[in-house]
Structures are given as structure tokens and as C-alpha cells.
């Protein structure tokens, strides 16, 4: 549903703002799956939430930080859904909604960077989800780099969390509204390093 645990193997939309702290020319990263999350949510009858989470997700990252330009690209198993509900999973990969026998890749390609200083506040892109693209921007709540060490070695590394929103309607998921909300909430989670 949202592009949206690992939605990349885990969405890795997050992690382009990896790169913001190096200077230079365009530097790639590596995006630490087992750090990095994408997980969503609906309203349910307007009373609860479903939440839910992506399991296979894979991303590459490049970005020039003089130039304050790159690109992410993200793809994400729609197969991979997981809501913690084996009934409300096999809705969601059906045609009534991701439809992940006929578009088994949900994808993400954000290539504006927005900056208010040095500090990233978003990146703007575009979702493919449903066979449907829209433009989408992921907002990013928190950001930060510094060298970390693992054992004798030390990799320069960036993390953060952001947010973003969409309605299911415009990617052609109408199914059960309005008792099921229109707008899916993403919270992604990434954690990259340097290569």
C-alpha cells in the first residue's frame, strides 16, 4: 500500500538524504536494510488504523552535496506486504488494490532535493505504484551524519526518519472506500553509509 519494513529489501526513498554531509562530486551509498524501514498506515471505518510494513526493498543512492543534486531510486516487492494479517495481505496483493501479479514492483525515483540552508527538509519525486505515476514528496522529519565505527572500521554514516502522504484513489485502489480511509500515511526510516 504506502510505499511505502524494509520496503527496499526496506523503501530506501530515505536514503538519499544520506549524502548530504560530503563534499565533493556525486558520492554513492549503501543503505543498511536491517536499519532501514518503510511502513504505513490507513483508517479503518474512521475509527482505527491498519499499519502495515514492506519486507523486500532495495535502493541506490548517488548525490552531490556541492551541487545539492543526486538521485534515489527505490523498488519495493508489492508481494511483500505484510500487515501482520494473512486474510488482510492477500486483499492487498489482489487486483482490488496493489494488484503484485501484474505490477510486482512499486517504485520511487526522487531527483529534487530541497535544502533550507545546508539542512534537507525534502526530496520530490515520483511513485509508480498500482502501474499508476504520481508525483510525491517525502518530507524529512530528522537528519543526521557522523562517522560510525564497527569494530576496528569506521564508515561515515547518515540516518533519518520521513513522512509522507498519498491517496489510494489516485493510484486506482478505490476499493471498500469510504470505509477504508483514501489517504495512506508512510513513516520511512533509513540508515546508509559512504561508500
Not at 549524502?19 to 554513492?28: E, H, K, L, P, R
Not at 502495515?52 to 508481494?79: C, E, L, Y
Given at each position: 500500500?504506502?510505499?511505502?519494513?524494509?520496503?527496499?529489501?526496506?523503501?530506501?526513498?530515505?536514503?538519499?538524504?544520506?549524502?548530504?554531509?560530503?563534499?565533493?562530486?556525486?558520492?554513492?551509498?549503501?543503505v543498511?536494510?536491517?536499519?532501514?524501514?518503510?511502513?504505513?498506515?490507513?483508517?479503518?471505518?474512521?475509527?482505527?488504523?491498519?499499519?502495515?510494513?514492506?519486507?523486500?526493498?532495495?535502493?541506490?543512492?548517488?548525490?552531490?552535496?556541492?551541487?545539492?543534486?543526486?538521485?534515489?531510486?527505490?523498488?519495493?516487492?508489492?508481494?511483500?506486504?505484510?500487515?501482520?494479517?494473512r486474510?488482510?495481505?492477500?486483499?492487498?496483493?489482489?487486483?482490488?488494490?496493489?494488484?503484485?501479479?501484474?505490477?510486482?514492483?512499486i517504485?520511487?525515483?526522487?531527483?529534487?532535493?530541497?535544502?533550507?540552508?545546508?539542512?534537507?527538509?525534502?526530496?520530490?519525486?515520483?511513485?509508480?505504484?498500482?502501474?499508476?505515476?504520481?508525483?510525491?514528496?517525502?518530507?524529512?522529519?530528522?537528519?543526521?551524519?557522523?562517522?560510525?565505527?564497527?569494530?576496528?572500521?569506521?564508515?561515515?554514516t547518515?540516518?533519518?526518519?520521513?513522512?509522507?502522504?498519498?491517496?489510494?484513489?489516485?493510484?486506482?485502489?478505490?476499493?471498500?472506500?469510504?470505509?477504508?480511509?483514501?489517504?495512506?500515511?508512510?513513516?520511512?526510516?533509513?540508515?546508509?553509509?559512504?561508500?
Open positions: 500500500m504506502s510505499i511505502c519494513y524494509r520496503l527496499i529489501p526496506r523503501f530506501i526513498a530515505g536514503a538519499v538524504f544520506l549524502a548530504i554531509s560530503v563534499a565533493g562530486a556525486a558520492t554513492d551509498w549503501a543498511n536494510i536491517d536499519h532501514t524501514s518503510i511502513n504505513f498506515a490507513v483508517l479503518h471505518f474512521d475509527i482505527s488504523y491498519v499499519h502495515g510494513r514492506f519486507d523486500k526493498i532495495a535502493a541506490v543512492v548517488s548525490f552531490d552535496p556541492d551541487a545539492k543534486s543526486g538521485q534515489v531510486v527505490v523498488t519495493v516487492d508489492a508481494d511483500s506486504i505484510d500487515t501482520g494479517n486474510v488482510v495481505d492477500g486483499v492487498l496483493r489482489s487486483d482490488q488494490f496493489l494488484d503484485a501479479a501484474a505490477n510486482p514492483e517504485r520511487f525515483v526522487g531527483n529534487r532535493f530541497v535544502f533550507d540552508g545546508d539542512r534537507l527538509t525534502a526530496v520530490d519525486g515520483m511513485l509508480r505504484l498500482h502501474g499508476i505515476e504520481r508525483p510525491l514528496t517525502l518530507t524529512v522529519d530528522r537528519f543526521v551524519c557522523k562517522d560510525v565505527a564497527a569494530g576496528i572500521v569506521s564508515h561515515f547518515c540516518g533519518g526518519e520521513m513522512h509522507a502522504a498519498f491517496k489510494r484513489s489516485d493510484f486506482g485502489m478505490k476499493r471498500f472506500l469510504p470505509d477504508v480511509g483514501d489517504e495512506v500515511k508512510l513513516d520511512i526510516g533509513v540508515e546508509a553509509a559512504r561508500r
